[in-house]
């Protein structure tokens, strides 16, 4: 959002006077008189900021970035490094330059049959890791980016994050009107040629409760997105609390209750919440669209996964633990275990 839009919000009179919810109980938008928005529809839920252009409503939704690298120093692998790729198998072509190494996709081409997590190891320790992707518009326009992350001395442990770039978080703007039905929302990104009515606020109190405490976890989750917390298989936990224990030496966050929970989570190795790390967002040194140099693409992929013939040779992840048949059958859930929190949802609008 722009830096007129910010000092709109604190004299422009219209924040306040629209707060509230426009359209269905099952789609449509809420203003805040923050500035902020959550337009939500069946399996969708996008929040951005808005502001005034005259007499016209502008909505900027919210981008995830293109790329996201977070980082840790993870004692228990020595020397080594491991990289968790998640996303790179959506949209366009991906590519990865590690260390002093040549270009690599990281998937090779006709790539299927996707089996999560990617795991990548390396007995080398990368000074800089470089991001490409090339993306296809609809127009048949190829759009390319390079993103380079310097490493800090230490770090050896990586999740690398792709987030395909997505129609809905297109800005897009409205008009305010009013008749005898009372404020009406008008928006380019809803195809109603009558916009959408505000609810009044007597008759929603309980649905605009429910919303303001998603608006609060959101904007406690943008708050907190420079950090992770991840078991060792990459799978993501809210940040540890008083029941677990930092130690030091490991660098390692662990559950007061790990000893007790340990039958029940040989079976459930990916979400097991009771050793976790915390990874820390790098910031990238360079972002532009500057183009590969041909000399420096091999042929070869970080990971090769295909259905059928081939099969055999596909990549497969090799840290879960293998226990005797006896300990097969699964212990009951522990009911002191954290909830394991959803991943993202591929978010669609019917618009």
């Known amino acids: 959002m722009t830096s007129g839009f910010a000092q709109q919000k604190n004299k422009d009179p219209r924040y306040k006077e629209l707060s509230g919810q426009y359209g269905r109980s099952t789609e449509g938008v809420c203003l805040f008189d923050d500035g902020t928005f959550l337009m939500y529809g069946y399996a969708t839920a996008i929040f951005g900021s808005y502001g005034f252009e005259k007499d016209n409503v502008l909505f900027y939704p919210d981008k995830q970035e293109l790329f996201t690298i977070y980082a840790c120093r993870n004692k228990g692998i020595g020397d080594s490094t491991r990289m968790n790729f998640l996303g790179f198998e959506r949209g366009g072509e991906n590519f990865v330059k590690i260390g002093k190494d040549s270009i690599k996709r990281v998937f ?33 326009e190829q759009v390319r980016n390079t993103w380079s992350y310097l490493i800090n001395k230490g770090d050896n442990d990586f999740i690398l994050i792709y987030n395909e770039p997505d129609q809905d978080y297109k800005n897009f703007g409205a008009v305010i009107s009013g008749n005898e039905k009372g404020v009406t929302l008008k928006l380019s990104a809803f195809s109603s040629e009558q916009g959408i009515v505000k609810q009044r606020a007597d008759k929603n109190q309980k649905q605009w409760q429910e919303v303001l405490q998603m608006k609060a976890e959101y904007d406690l989750s943008k708050k907190n997105k420079d950090v992770v917390f991840a078991n060792k298989h990459y799978q993501s936990f809210p940040e540890p609390d008083n029941s677990y224990l930092y130690n030091k030496v490991s660098d390692q966050y662990t559950s007061k209750l790990a000893s007790e929970n340990e039958e029940y989570y040989r079976q459930n190795q990916y979400n097991d919440n009771r050793y976790l790390r915390k990874y820390v967002r790098l910031q990238p040194q360079r972002m532009d669209s500057s183009d590969m140099a041909k000399n420096e693409i091999t042929a070869s992929s970080i990971f090769f996964t295909v259905c059928g013939e081939g099969a055999e040779k596909s990549y497969h992840y090799d840290g879960f633990q293998k226990y005797k048949e006896k300990e097969e059958q699964p212990a009951p859930m522990p009911s002191t275990a954290v909830p394991v929190p959803p991943l993202p949802v591929k978010k669609k609008n019917n618009r």
């Open 108 to 140: 090779n081409k006709d790539a299927n049959c996707f089996d999560a997590p990617f795991v990548y190891k390396t007995q080398n320790t990368p000074g800089r890791i470089t991001l490409y992707n090339i993306l296809k518009e609809s127009s048949g």
